[in-house]
């Protein structure tokens, strides 16, 4: 195993430190993670800060991050891969009858509302007007595990241990397919 050193990409005072742009991290941070799930179809099942590291690469000095724990990945199918990407395609364009193909494609069944709510961290009324058109709520502005609390009260379901998910949410045929979405 090879030592690596770096901050962790949530580290703002050591990418100052090393005068890494934390802009252009989180613009390839997002390329990168976007290239691996729609282009390659690779999910790496462990993202946290503690596994992404950023530094100054030491041959260039330019910044590079450095995925670490390469233990647990999902491979997506082309099927599966094509139609999430459609999916945020219909998302970004608010097609909503796309939308509600690709999530029942996907095996949200009639439940595509609060997929497509708990995919965006964005309320159905935002979602329906568009993600990149409607401004973020205060609701919707909570940090994440919070947006599934936002889907619940948008869908206007109980919280708490006496909830449950609908049977059709547990027993679909893909539903494998929602658990990798949602891992």
């Not at 949530?10 to 430190?17: A, G, Q, V």
Request: proline share 5%.
């Amino acid at each position: 195993m090879e030592f690596v050193d770096g901050g962790q990409v949530n580290d703002r005072d050591y990418m100052e430190r090393n005068k890494i742009d934390v802009n252009e991290i989180s613009c390839h941070l997002g390329k990168m993670y976007s290239e691996m799930i729609f282009v390659n179809g690779f999910v790496h099942c462990d993202p946290h800060p503690g596994n992404v590291l950023v530094r100054k690469r030491p041959d260039t000095g330019k910044a590079e991050i450095v995925l670490l724990d390469h233990g647990l990945y999902q491979v997506l199918t082309d099927e599966f891969r094509l139609d999430y990407c459609h999916l945020w395609q219909s998302l970004i364009w608010t097609d909503m009858e796309k939308v509600k193909k690709y999530s029942q494609r996907l095996g949200a069944g009639e439940l595509y509302p609060l997929f497509a709510c708990m995919l965006t961290a964005r309320s159905w009324h935002s979602v329906n007007k568009g993600i990149g058109q409607a401004s973020v709520t205060a609701t919707e502005s909570v940090s994440w595990p919070d947006p599934c609390r936002l889907a619940h009260s948008q869908l206007g379901l109980r919280r708490g241990p006496a909830w449950t998910p609908p049977r059709s949410l547990l027993t679909t045929r893909d539903s494998a397919k929602i658990d990798l979405i949602l891992q």
